[in-house]
């Protein structure tokens, strides 16, 4: 064999690589370290440009596409297999340009999905975007419905009819935002559980139809939607979490009563219902089981219940709410709403109810009611209406507080405050016209153990008491003798006393009127 002007080299292996040489094909010393550096320098080059291809795909199907410009479709056609055949591509933002669209069938959301459509919402359909929906709308594929999917935007969308029209199953934030439902069935929308969802000026309107839930959240048994009664639920609990909802309206026409409108779920935490209008009803405006650290302000309910079925209770915590916060949340403002309970609470810890109007006449109405439980521990400030409590026990009665608050029936035999933990019970606002009482009192009192109350001090017109058994500091005119009953120690001040006969002092007789003597 003729010889050869180069060498055979081998890796570590044992495998034969080619060698590095001059012009001559004499073999060059390091030549495959050099070789090494340049296949590094382009596996570089490749792998950047890889990533700007990946880039500039994912911008390209991230930049708003119009459903129409996919497909050329008459009225009666159905749109949904094009938003799935655009989705199925890869594309995340897909504008539907205002005009009538049919959804024969169901369009299936996917992971940081956007559909806007356009001119906003309204009760009104003219120059929107209307979809026209025969089952659901919007859903995730049935094989992914119990992932945990993410990040689902729809904007500017009137949706028409339909069943169940949007479920998003357990997402995590979803944005619905200026979009209105109009004659659906069953539910608006669905979520089972998740976190990080905002709906803002969302609309719920039937003029003809029935609906179950407007929002239905979480609790499998308050929905007749099958495929959440038998849904899976994780070992969290249901949990919706970070939810905000605001400037939503549920309507209904003059003869429809909806079963549920803004709530059916079991937990709700860390969430903020504000501004919400909710008119016509049959079971509750809101029903939970568990709320923890929510804020709900600026709500108006009207035309909820009727005369021969009114609602069993409108505002409903089941169980308990802990760190809340229910402003303005007034049932009995529009005052007509059919209601044998407008506000529920079955118990609460850290509750503040401030600036709220439920009324009823505590026998077969009722205007705020709280549950027989341990540690309820609840504030109203300046509230109004009617008040209800189960509770017997004085040391769970003591942890329910009224600051400001005025009732024209309450089960307790007066107004409660309860200002810095004492218990003052102020009857000098408690008639029916809102007339001050001639007889009204005063009084703080304190815990004594064994389930008993003392009273530590009160104020009447003329008088003053100090302790549970204590002595008076009573205002007249004249001699007392005779006249002022109190106990040994006590004190009367003449206010039309002179030199030695303003001050007097009770030094014997008992309880009785007599043993004043003078100073």
């Known amino acids: 064999m003729a010889n050869r002007n180069y060498i055979i080299l081998e890796d570590k292996d044992g495998k034969e690589v080619l060698p590095v040489t001059d012009g001559n094909g004499v073999f060059v010393e390091g030549g495959t370290k050099k070789l090494e550096s340049k296949l590094t320098e382009i596996d570089s080059k490749t792998t950047e440009l890889s990533e700007q291809l990946d880039n500039m795909e994912n911008w390209i199907k991230n930049e708003p596409v119009k459903l129409t410009d996919y497909a050329s ?10 938003v799935n055949y655009l989705t199925e591509q890869g594309y995340r933002n897909i504008v539907i340009p205002s005009g009538n669209y049919k959804f024969l069938t169901i369009a299936y959301l996917v992971d940081g999905l956007k559909i806007k459509g356009q001119f906003g919402a309204g009760f009104s359909s003219t120059g ?24 689902i935007t729809i904007e500017d969308i009137v949706f028409k009819g339909g069943t169940s029209v949007i479920d998003f199953a357990l997402c995590h934030i979803v944005n619905l935002k200026n979009v209105t439902f109009i004659d659906f069935t069953d539910n608006g929308v669905i979520l089972t559980r998740g976190e990080r969802h905002n709906f803002e000026n969302v609309n719920f309107w039937s003029q003809s139809k029935s609906f179950n839930i407007a929002f239905a959240f979480a609790d499998k048994t308050l929905s007749t939607h099958t495929e959440i009664q038998n849904m899976n639920f994780g070992v969290d ?64 309910m009207d035309g909820w219940g009727t005369s021969e079925k009114p609602c069993e209770n409108l505002i409903d915590i089941q169980n308990q709410a802990f760190d809340c916060n229910f402003t303005s949340i007034s049932p009995h403002f529009a005052g007509n709403n059919k209601c044998i309970t407008q506000f529920h609470i079955g118990g609460g810890q850290g509750i503040t109810v401030q600036s709220c109007y439920a009324s009823g006449d505590n026998i077969t109405t009722y205007g705020f009611k709280l549950d027989n439980k341990v540690g309820q521990n609840i504030t109203f400030i300046g509230c109004r209406g009617a008040f209800y409590t189960e509770g017997t026990n004085e040391l769970i009665k003591n942890q329910i507080n009224h600051i400001g608050c005025s009732y024209t029936v309450s089960n307790t035999g007066s107004t409660i405050f309860n200002p810095f933990g004492l218990n003052e019970i102020h009857n000098l606002m408690n008639d029916t016209n809102g007339a001050t009482k001639s007889t009204g009192v005063v009084k703080y009192i304190y815990s004594r153990g064994g389930g008993n109350m003392g009273t530590m001090l009160e104020f009447g017109e003329n008088i003053i008491k100090l302790g549970h058994s204590g002595v ?28 030695g006969t303003t001050l007097y002092i009770k030094e014997s007789g008992g309880g009785g009127n007599t043993g004043w003597v003078v100073k």
């Not at 929107?128 to 990040?151: M, R």
């Not at 309507?251 to 909710?278: D, E, P, Q, V």
């Not at 007392?480 to 004190?491: E, K, M, Q, R, T």
């Open 128 to 151: 929107k975007t209307v979809i026209e929906v025969s089952t659901t709308a919007f859903t995730f594929s049935k094989n992914t419905v119990l992932s945990q999917h993410q990040e």
């Open 472 to 499: 008076y500091i009573t205002i007249g005119n004249g001699n007392p003798n005779n006249v002022v009953a109190a106990p040994l120690g006590s004190l009367y001040l003449n206010k039309d006393g002179g030199d």
């Open 73 to 82: 479709k008459k009225n009666g056609d159905d749109w949904a297999p094009v």
């Open 237 to 300: 609990g249901e949990w919706i979490d970070r939810l905000t909802i605001k400037n939503c309206t549920t309507m209904n026409g003059a003869k429809t009563r909806y079963n549920y409108t803004l709530w059916g779920g079991n937990k709700l935490s860390h969430s903020t219902i504000h501004n919400f209008y909710c008119h016509g009803g049959l079971v509750s405006a809101m029903r939970v089981k568990t709320m923890q650290q929510c804020d709900l302000f600026n709500w108006v």
